[in-house]
C-alpha cells in the first residue's frame, strides 16, 4: 500500500460559538469544544485513510483557557501516526476575538480512530510519510503515546 503524505491530512476549521452553547457564565461548555476536536480529527483521519473512521479513544483533554459566545473557535488537525488500522490525529484548539483578532490556545488532543472497510470492519491504512521535521517529531512522539496506550490496554 503506497504511503500518503501529512500534508494530505491536514484540516483547519472554524465555528462562530453561540449562546446556545454556553453556561450561565457565558462561557461554552467543554463538551461542545470536544464535539469539534472530534469532528475535526477525524476529518484528518478520513482524508489520510480515504474511508470512514470511528473514534476509539481520546487521550487526556484539558482545558487551559475558556471560550466565550461571540469568539470563534479554530480547530488545526493532522495525522500523527498510523498503525495497521488505527490512525492518531492531533488537534490544536485556538479561540480568535472577532472584535481584535486576538488569538487564545485552550486547548489540545489527540484522538485515536480505526479505519473501516466497506463490510464495517477495521481495515488496513496507508503508511503516513512525514514531510517536516516537525511531522518526524509528532510521529515519533505518537509512537511513545501508541505504546503507553498499549500498556494500559494489557499489551493487545
Known sequence: MEGRPVSLSRVEM???LLPHEANALGTVHGGNIMRLVDEAGAVAAVRHAKRHCVTAEIDSMSFLAPARVGDLVILKASVNF????SIESGVRVETEHLL???RTHISSAY????ALGGDGKP?????LI???DEDRRRMAEAAIRREH???RAGGR
Open 14 to 16: 472554524s465555528h462562530l
Open 82 to 85: 498510523v498503525g495497521t488500522t
Open 100 to 102: 481584535t483578532g486576538r
Open 111 to 114: 484522538i485515536v480512530y480505526v
Open 123 to 127: 481495515c488496513h491504512v496507508p503508511p
Open 130 to 132: 512525514p514531510e517536516t
Open 149 to 151: 496506550r498499549r500498556r
